[in-house]
């Protein structure tokens, strides 16, 4: 026999080999997952939600597995720092990201030259958690309900100022939102943290504020601000009306803290991160409901499909108003 034929012929035993093996490799995988730490990113700075959010599911998770979750905070660039971090990781399953939609699904839409895709370099592992958002006002603020408010504000358009964490933010675009659905006219002033921005609600510089309610219920509980509307029912607040219940039905801004991966994880490490991750929220259910975050039980795949038709809403509002990270 030729050394040709040799060689092929010993490249065909090769393949039979590794296909009759790929099956086992696959499963030893799933199987001995995690044997070592694993990385939660988290893209802002610790004290967050999202920071609060993913500290709590790793130390879940550390529980549940038996072995370490661990939160690296890779903050900057809104986010996209430690989602392109996470993005370029090793395809090992020893790394995600767990980041706000800003993220995942906003950002793309805002940054001109954003360095990476998440689209097509983040997969979807598991929704995790909506952040309950309220809108708040300064006590002196002559408006005790969102008609009254949005009444007020049509009056002098522009006169009611408003704080966010910056331009593109969740809150950023919430109040962009209810512009639009009722007709206004806002004061936007960007802060580089919503905390100065509270504290400028209090002392009358600002009249009003969207934010997560988990970093805004300090405030309201102890009467330095006032409550006029949620984005979804709390046992929390519960005598304060939904956006919908207050004239605003068509409102959707939600805020949410997810877990992806970078593309080209084994599949049966997503599937067996996103079971995992459904055990740790059912485990911290009571803790999440305290801090304002609604545990989402879902698959990869009807994450992928809800973040899909996030993006694709996203896309046409931020297009629809013209809205740019340099604004």
């Not at 995942?104 to 909506?130: H, M, S, W």
């Not at 593109?168 to 009722?182: D, T």
């Not at 939600?254 to 994880?265: A, D, K, M, R």
Request: proline residues 8%; charged residues 20%.
């Amino acid at each position: 026999m030729s050394a040709a034929r040799l060689f092929q012929s010993a490249l065909c035993a090769l393949a039979s080999t590794l296909i009759g093996v790929a099956p086992a490799s696959v499963s030893l995988a799933q199987d001995t997952w995690p044997s070592r730490p694993v990385k939660l990113i988290v893209p802002s700075s610790p004290g967050g939600g999202t920071d609060v959010f993913g500290r709590l599911l790793a130390q879940a998770l550390s529980d549940t597995t038996k072995q370490s979750f661990f939160v690296e905070n890779r903050p900057g660039a809104s986010g996209n720092i430690g989602a392109q971090a996470a993005a370029n990781a090793p395809k090992d399953g020893y790394t995600f990201l767990v980041a706000s939609n800003s993220s995942t699904a906003i950002n793309l839409y805002l940054y001109k030259e954003l360095q990476f895709d998440p689209r097509k370099e983040l997969a979807p592992v598991a929704r995790g958690v909506y952040a309950i958002s309220v809108l708040i006002v300064n006590n002196d603020l002559k408006a005790h309900s969102v008609p009254e408010f949005i009444a007020l504000a049509k009056k002098e358009p522009g006169a009611l100022a408003y704080g966010t964490p910056g331009t593109g933010s969740a809150p950023y675009l919430g109040v962009r939102m209810l512009e639009e659905l009722a007709g206004l006219k806002f004061t936007h002033a960007p802060y580089k943290g919503i905390g100065p921005a509270y504290q400028d609600l209090i002392a009358g510089r600002l009249q009003f504020i969207y934010a997560d309610l988990a970093s805004a219920l300090p405030f309201v509980q102890s009467g330095k601000v006032r409550a006029l509307a949620v984005d979804r029912k709390t046992s929390l607040l519960p005598n304060v009306p939904t956006l919908a219940e207050s004239g605003v039905p068509k409102f959707d801004a939600p805020i949410s803290f997810s877990v992806l991966g970078p593309v080209g994880v084994p599949e049966p490490v997503v599937k067996r991160m996103a079971e995992d991750v459904q055990k740790a929220l059912k485990a911290i259910a009571p803790r999440l409901e305290q801090v304002a975050l609604v545990p989402v039980y879902d698959t990869p795949a009807e994450f992928a499909a809800s973040l899909d038709q996030e993006r694709a809403m996203w896309s046409a509002f931020i297009k629809r108003n013209a809205i740019t990270a340099e604004q």
